[in-house]
């Protein structure tokens, strides 16, 4: 019933990894047995978000993706669901903090790093997160011109990615050089 759904989604950010992850698998079976909500699927992400696990993030941010995936955003409404993730992921960004260059986050807790590469992934492809994506650009821009410290090789596929989007043929004409 929803209010037992709603009574477990409401502790979901104190909940051990396990059963943080066991919620989120479970809703989504709801959601598409069509008994639980899209209201239900963002307010168990904004607390898994909150959660101290990066598995127990992580599955928020698969709620989210099961929602892309199943064509689920109607494409008027990108516009707001990409704002949304910001919301949801900025905070976060916010507090992990985001230098893309080389070398910065070694050695760091994994649980950690694991967070930080979710939200930085999350926020700069599905949420196009402008900023994030100029940053991601110009450490790849510098890198190319020749700074190998401006990107560490964790960021490669993303900042390869926003730099080909950004730049188009002459990008990727560039890139395979």
């Known amino acids: 019933p929803r209010k037992d759904w709603d009574a477990l989604i409401k502790m979901a950010d104190r909940l051990p990894s396990g059963e943080a992850q066991a919620l989120a698998d479970s809703l989504q079976a709801s959601f598409r047995a069509g008994r639980a909500s899209t209201g239900q699927i963002f307010a168990l992400a904004r607390k898994l978000i909150r959660n101290p696990s990066s598995d127990a993030s992580e599955a928020a941010g698969g709620l989210l993706d099961m929602l892309t995936a199943a064509q689920l955003v109607d494409e008027r409404a990108v516009p707001a669901y990409r704002e949304s993730l910001g919301r949801l992921y900025r905070p976060a960004l916010a507090k992990l903090g985001f230098d893309p260059r080389a070398g910065l986050y070694a050695g ?21 997160d402008r900023q994030l994506r100029r940053k991601l650009a110009d450490a790849a821009n510098a890198y190319f011109a020749g700074d190998s410290a401006a990107l560490d090789p964790r960021w490669f596929d993303l900042a390869f990615d926003v ?15």
């Open 108 to 128: 760091e807790d994994t649980d950690i790093s694991q967070r930080r590469s979710e939200t930085v992934g999350r926020l700069a492809t599905f949420g196009r």
């Open 163 to 177: 730099y080909l989007e950004n730049g188009a043929l002459p990008a990727a004409k560039s890139l395979g050089e």
